[in-house]
């Protein structure tokens, strides 16, 4: 079996059907000291070091179709909370 991350070292996916934004967390617990537009819509945080620690997708469902489901809370890819 691979490798087990502590929970606040894991990876983190949020979806706010609201405001159709997807935001994926690579280092939960950094600070963003910098963001850029990778895209229109598509925008990449940066910690203090320069390591990618998160990407902010708006208007998610445009890009990603009926992948996205609101209804689902995934707050980990190792095996966190899901419902």
Do not use: H, N
Not at 3 to 28: I, N
Not at 48 to 53: A, F, N, V, Y
Request: aromatic content about 8%; some cysteine; hydrophobic content about 35%.
């Amino acid at each position: 079996m691979g490798k087990r991350f502590p929970e606040e070292e894991r990876m983190r996916v949020e979806y706010d059907a609201e405001r159709d934004l997807l935001y994926l967390g690579f280092r939960p617990r950094a600070k963003a000291a910098r963001t850029e537009t990778i895209c229109p819509g598509v925008y990449a945080d940066f910690d203090r070091e320069g390591r990618l620690i998160g990407l902010e997708i708006l208007d998610a469902s445009e890009w990603l179709g009926d992948r996205i489901q609101p209804a689902r809370k995934v707050t980990s890819a190792k095996g966190g909370e899901q419902g």
